[in-house]
């Protein structure tokens, strides 16, 4: 057996393409550099945390160029985006482009930006960060969420985008014969 204190080297590629088999939601990260000027990218790495207190994460590559304009404004909102956001999905993970072109948007109480169409949002301040490796985690303290459509999620999985089926869904709609 290899001895456990040795590190083991993956080649990234493999590393991606094995773990890309854990399907993910599609987050949009969203915060304001200045009074009107928002900021966002999209992560896979959303999670609930703790529910006493209330905390979630997400963890960002250490080379993100969003993540020191989060840190900055000690806030974020995550936004879990719909089906049909694959577009916006594909935009707000883009360099080099204005990723809220075309983007209608509401202010939380907490001034984050709100995506109009997602399926929930969850509003929060920063709670902690810790450096993991080549990643930060990030940990927001929630400080208002709310379910924002019925809409269905959009979905991650093998490097390419799905929409949620629900399989009671398809035993009502064969039932009911649509
Ligand atoms: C479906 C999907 C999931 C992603 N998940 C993450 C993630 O969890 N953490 C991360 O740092 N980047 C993630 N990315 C990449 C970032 O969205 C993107 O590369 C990043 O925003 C680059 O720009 P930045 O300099 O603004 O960070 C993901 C991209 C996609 C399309």
Known sequence: MDDPNTAQVFEARYLR???GNFPTGVVAVTTMV????????????FTSVSLDPPLVSFLVDRSS?????????????????????EWLCRQ????GTDR???????????????????V?????????????????????RIQDLTVASVKRPLLFFRGGYGDYTSTAQLLLDSHLGR
């Open 65 to 85: 160029t969003t993540l020191p304009k989060i840190l900055d404004a000690d806030r974020f909102c995550a936004n879990a985006l719909a089906s049909d956001q």
């Open 120 to 140: 929930a949002w969850v509003d929060c301040t920063i709670e902690k960060t810790v450096e993991l490796g080549d990643h930060f985690l990030v940990v927001g």
């Open 100 to 118: 809220f072109t075309g983007v209608t948007w509401q202010q939380s109480e907490y001034r984050n930006p709100i995506l109009d169409g997602v």
């Open 34 to 45: 200045t009074d009107d000027e928002p900021a966002g990218m999209v992560v896979g790495s």
């Open 92 to 95: 707000m993970s883009k360099r």
């Open 17 to 19: 393409d094995v773990l």
